[in-house]
């Protein structure tokens, strides 16, 4: 169910850059991560990187790929523990 959320959000992210070209993506993703509860960053962060795992649906496909792809590792980038 994770990947379907950060699919969701890709899909957010895509649509908002469509109508604010330049800007709307990254504002969707700001957007989602601040408005994030702490237990869904919890689930994300369990998920394996995108392009991991090529049995689920974060492995090789539609997902992984294109600006798709790139708004799914912006998120999981954003959502990884710091060190």
């Known amino acids: 169910m ?3 959320a950060l699919g969701a959000a890709a899909y957010a992210a895509k649509a908002a850059e469509i109508v604010d070209p330049g800007r709307g993506g990254a504002a969707e993703i ?4 601040a408005n994030m509860s702490q237990t869904a960053r919890t689930a994300l962060r369990r998920l394996p990187a995108l392009g991991e795992d090529s049995s689920g649906p974060l492995g090789a496909g539609l997902l992984a790929s294109g600006v798709l792809g790139e708004n799914i590792r ?5 959502l990884a523990p710091r060190a």
């Open 30 to 33: 700001e957007w989602q991560l």
């Open 74 to 78: 912006i998120l999981q980038s954003a």
């Open 2 to 4: 994770g990947a379907h």
